[in-house]
């Protein structure tokens, strides 16, 4: 709280690091090493676990 509070009487501006662990789901989320442009959105959620659950599927048969 006092970093927020800093942050809050301060007129320059400033940063402030949040550590969310990676099992919370907190979007817009830019995946590790990628840019804005790959952002995604909660809508998009289905269709990524969707296309990850199917890459999982078909390694495993092969």
């Known amino acids: ?5 800093f942050l809050l ?4 501006p400033c ?4 550590v969310i662990p990676a099992e919370e ?4 989320m830019i995946p ?3 840019g ?3 952002m995604i959105q909660f809508r998009d959620l289905d269709r990524i676990l969707a296309e990850r659950d199917a890459r999982r599927a078909e390694a495993q048969k092969g």
Not at 1 to 5: K, V
């Open 1 to 5: 709280e006092a970093g927020l509070d």
């Open 9 to 12: 009487a301060d007129e320059e």
């Open 36 to 38: 804005q442009a790959d």
């Open 15 to 18: 940063l402030l690091e949040v």
């Open 32 to 34: 590790a090493g990628k």
């Open 25 to 28: 789901k907190v979007f817009p």
